[in-house]
């Protein structure tokens, strides 16, 4: 990763990880894209990403998530919501078992979109 960070041009280098997921939090129930990734780096990384509501995470905020627009506000339902310091749920398949990870939302960023990459907010 280091060296990565040092060729020309380069400004951030991080390792993130990347997972789907199916997310739960009050009536809500969806697949969703997991992005984690060293919040100190996220701003060089997505330098358009602005958050909406919350605080930006630490790296030590380890029970803590921060949202995306569309998955805090889905399209499909205008009457669902996740609200901000509200508990959502995670469950991660890892082989043939299920692990539930809980969280509290910390962040929701603004509507965003897609990078060149990955769509940011939703699948």
């Keep these: 990763m280091m060296r990565l960070a040092r060729l020309p041009g ?6 993130f990880y990347l ?8 009536s809500i129930e969806e697949y969703v894209n997991l992005i ?30 921060s949202l995306g627009y569309k998955i805090a ?14 508990s959502i749920t995670i469950d991660i398949q890892e082989g043939s078992t299920i692990k539930s990870s809980t969280f509290m ?7 965003f ?5 990955l769509e940011a907010e939703k699948e």
């Design 113 to 117: 979109g897609s990078t060149p990459y």
């Design 19 to 26: 997972k789907r997921v199916y997310f739960r939090s009050g």
């Design 10 to 15: 380069v400004k951030a280098a991080s390792p």
């Design 36 to 65: 984690a990734v060293d919040p100190r780096v996220l701003k060089l990384i997505l330098p358009d990403l602005e958050l909406g509501e919350g605080t930006m995470l630490q790296p030590n905020d380890l029970g803590t998530v």
């Design 73 to 86: 506000h889905p399209p499909e339902d205008p009457n669902k919501r996740v609200n901000l310091y509200s």
């Design 105 to 111: 939302v910390g962040g929701i960023f603004k509507e």
